[in-house]
């Protein structure tokens, strides 16, 4: 089945520092992927989605300059997080949509932590 | 507006119940529905998938049914096992845009106890 990895699962970052999570499909090509942010008991919030070989969508109030995200090749999306502050602390979840397929595979999400 | 909504929003049963999760959506026009589940920590993974013209599908203890008609969809759980406790996200899948955009509904979050 299709297999969506998403590294690193967890990291701690100091605050003003930057943070970058990768988001690759595994055994099928993706000309999208979204990004997604989840606070605690909450459902998932699209942030933007990212299109292979051009700038990425982003969704109304999400800053386009603090959450950059880079989708260079067909199985690769980054999503970088610059100068991070406690408040973007959050667990971030990456998707794809493998071709002839209605099924969204999602990442396992990374939870990143920001003091 | 494009909504779903999700009840109970949380839930408590016993190892071995059943239980039926619900999901009202006003999404449209409506592409399909999914129904993911969500252990803590980690990302969603998929459990079933239903088009418009697909009225149940089963995968193992979990069975869905979808009406069109009405918008409304539930997900029934069979001989409920602890590892079962986790949010259950409802998502219906709109067309436009290129790709069908995911409206997320809130989830449910089922705990089972022995």
């Known amino acids: 089945g299709a297999v969506v990895s998403q590294h690193p699962s967890r990291v701690i970052c100091k605050s003003g520092t930057s943070v970058k999570i990768e988001c690759r499909s595994l055994?099928?090509?993706?000309?999208?992927m979204f990004w997604y942010r989840q606070f605690p008991k909450q459902s998932l919030m699209l942030m933007a989605t990212?299109?292979?070989?051009?700038?990425?969508?982003?969704e109304q109030g999400v800053e386009k300059d603090k959450f950059l995200i880079n989708h260079a090749s067909l199985t690769l999306s980054t999503l970088t997080v610059t100068s991070a502050h406690p408040e973007d602390s959050s667990f971030y979840i990456c998707?794809?949509?493998?071709?002839?397929?209605?099924?969204?595979?999602f990442g396992s999400g990374t939870r990143l932590t920001v003091v | 507006k494009n909504q779903v909504e999700q009840s109970p929003q949380s839930l408590i049963i016993l190892e071995g119940k059943n239980c039926t999760l619900q999901?009202?959506?006003?999404?449209?026009?409506?592409?399909?529905l999914r129904w993911y589940k969500q252990d803590t920590g980690r990302g969603p993974v998929s459990l079933t998938i239903?088009?418009?013209?697909?009225n149940t599908k089963s995968n193992g203890r979990y069975t869905a049914t979808l009406d069109a008609d009405t918008k409304q969809s539930s997900l029934h759980i069979t001989a409920s096992q602890l590892s079962d406790s986790a949010s259950y996200i409802c998502?219906?899948?709109?067309?436009?845009?290129?790709?069908?955009?995911?409206?997320f509904g809130a989830g449910t979050r089922l705990a089972v106890h022995p």
């Open positions: 999901c009202n959506y006003t999404v449209s026009p409506f592409s399909n």
């Open positions: 998707s794809a949509l493998p071709t002839g397929d209605y099924g969204y595979t």
């Open positions: 990212s299109n292979e070989g051009s700038k990425a969508t982003y």
């Open positions: 239903m088009t418009f013209s697909e």
């Open positions: 055994d099928f090509q993706a000309t999208t």
């Open positions: 998502v219906v899948s709109g067309r436009g845009g290129g790709y069908n955009k995911l409206i």
